[in-house]
């Protein structure tokens, strides 16, 4: 069953445009045009999903929002007509999920719909209530609360994109991991630029990584694969193999 999207605002011709683009995306749609109405609406069809316009008749956006997050921890996409940070520090502080100020792009508000949906999706699959632990191999640690890298004991600086990357690598250990499968983890399946983003971005973790013991490497006909790596002391080689004498 697809999706429900919770479309609330007082403009009509918002409801009606993002109606259309939504149903194009195979989305169900609701709507309401006014607060009390949207908190009716949401308790009554249990959406997916709610676009929340911040100015709304009888209950502000900021007031439905408080009451959705008295029941549920559903994604919350606040619309607003004003571009003030404040308002914005507001609304995340009173939990919505992200902010879109009009006039906006219909592309652009339905690729944050995507996205937060397969970010719930997520979560669902790994536990709403975990955290993220950190994963180690060889002498890298990757601490996804943090946002911390660590070779060696020793914290490496990595962009943003960098650290997805990485993470995407060490939690798929072994794995030969194409471009296709790559941006799908780290940029998301909407992303439509120039799949080559991932060489450059492999080439910058590289030289970021070059005195750590985990390699990534090339997969030819494929992309990239995270080799741990991780020294084993029964490899060492013998002392017979090496000509020197046991002491």
């Known amino acids: 069953m697809p999706p429900t999207i919770l479309v609330a605002d007082d403009e009509p011709n918002i409801i009606k445009l993002l109606r259309l683009y939504l149903r194009e995306e195979g989305y169900e749609v609701t709507s309401a045009r006014d607060g009390r109405e949207a908190v009716e609406r949401f308790r009554a069809d249990k959406p997916d999903l709610v676009i929340l316009d911040l100015m709304m008749p009888f209950l502000g956006g ?19 007509a004003r571009s ?15 902010y879109v100020t009009k006039p906006f792009n219909p592309r652009e508000l339905i690729a944050r719909v995507k996205a937060n949906l397969r970010r719930r999706e997520w979560d669902r699959q790994s536990g709403e209530t975990e955290e993220p632990q950190p994963v180690t191999h060889g002498d890298v640690t990757l601490d996804p609360a943090s946002r911390d890298v660590l070779v060696a004991g020793e914290r ?67 992309g990239y694969k995270f080799v741990p790596n991780t020294p ?7 002392p017979s193999d090496t000509g020197a004498r046991p002491s």
């Open 62 to 80: 900021f007031e439905v929002c408080q009451e959705i997050r008295k029941d549920s921890d559903v994604p919350i996409i606040m619309l607003t």
């Open 84 to 98: 003030d940070d404040v308002d914005k520090i507001v609304g995340l502080e009173m939990g919505a999920d992200d």
């Open 156 to 222: 490496v600086r990595l962009r943003q994109r960098e650290f997805d990357l990485l993470e995407a690598f060490m939690r798929h250990p072994n794995v030969a991991l194409d471009r296709e499968r790559l941006l799908s983890l780290v940029w998301g399946e909407d992303f439509y630029g120039d799949a080559r983003t991932i060489d450059v971005h492999v080439a910058w973790l590289r030289e970021k990584l070059k005195k750590a013991q985990p390699k990534i490497e090339t997969v030819w006909g494929v």
């Open 232 to 238: 084993n002391p029964s490899d060492a080689p013998h």
